[in-house]
């Protein structure tokens, strides 16, 4: 799979949190922190794993330590792409 774009994932960030934590997110920016969406710790791994699935990428541990907004999920999985590639 190619390297989707920033707006892509922000999408499919968008569609999983909607799906895992059945809330609409129509709202989502990259600035958005992740807590203010109300989604725990718990719901941010399902989202995690599920993107990870989508994308068919791993994304290592110490990248997610730290995540506080939505950009920085999408720079973490933009590095993934990169070191693959």
Known sequence: MSSPNRAELLQ????????????????????TKITELGIDSLGMLEII???????????????L???T???????AVEKRFKVQS
């Open 12 to 31: 499919m960030f968008r569609t999983t949190a909607t799906e895992i934590v059945e809330k609409e997110f129509a709202s989502i920016e990259e600035n």
């Open 49 to 63: 794993g599920s993107l990870e699935r989508q994308l068919k990428i791993q994304i290592p541990d110490e990248s």
């Open 65 to 67: 330590a730290g995540l």
């Open 69 to 75: 907004t939505v950009r920085d999920l999408i720079e």
